[in-house]
C-alpha cells in the first residue's frame, strides 16, 4: 500500500513563496500520475495542478497558472509544487493525491490515493 505524507507548508506574507514536497513511500506500483488539490475552510475540494508520469504534461488550475509549478522526481518518488506571487486566496490544505496509470487527471475521484494535507496560510 502506498503512503503519501506533505510537508513544507506554512505561514507566508502575500507575494512570498512556498515549495510543496509529497513523498510517497510503501508499494508504488509504476506508472502513476499524481495532483495537487486543495481545501479551503468552508469549501469543497479543488483542483490545483496535475503531472503525468513522466513529467511531461502538466496541468494548471487557471487561478494558479503562471504562478505555480508542479514537478516530479520518480528516481526519489516525490512530487513538487513551487508556489509562487501567493495570494491570500490560496489560504487552504494542500493535499497530494495518486493514481495508478501514466495520464494526468483534474477530477479528484480519478485518484484513490491521498496525503494528509499541508496547511498553506497568505496573509495580507
Known amino acids: 500500500q502506498v503512503q503519501l505524507v506533505e510537508s513544507g507548508g506554512g505561514l507566508v506574507q502575500a507575494g512570498g513563496s512556498l515549495r510543496l514536497s509529497c513523498a510517497a513511500s510503501?508499494?508504488?506500483?509504476?506508472?502513476?500520475?499524481l495532483g495537487w488539490f486543495r481545501q479551503a475552510p468552508g469549501k469543497e475540494r479543488e483542483f490545483v495542478a496535475a503531472i503525468s508520469w513522466s513529467g511531461g504534461t502538466t496541468v494548471y488550475a487557471d487561478s494558479v497558472k503562471g504562478r505555480f509549478t508542479i514537478s516530479r522526481n520518480n528516481a526519489k518518488n516525490t512530487m513538487y509544487l513551487q508556489m509562487n506571487s501567493l495570494k491570500p486566496e490560496d489560504t487552504a490544505v494542500y493535499y497530494c493525491?495518486?493514481?495508478?496509470?501514466?495520464?494526468?487527471?483534474?477530477?479528484?475521484?480519478?485518484?484513490?490515493?491521498w496525503g494528509q494535507g499541508t496547511q498553506v496560510t497568505v496573509s495580507s
Open positions: 493525491a495518486q493514481r495508478g496509470g501514466a495520464i494526468a487527471y483534474t477530477r479528484s475521484r480519478e485518484y484513490d490515493t
Open positions: 510503501g508499494r508504488t506500483y509504476s506508472p502513476y500520475a
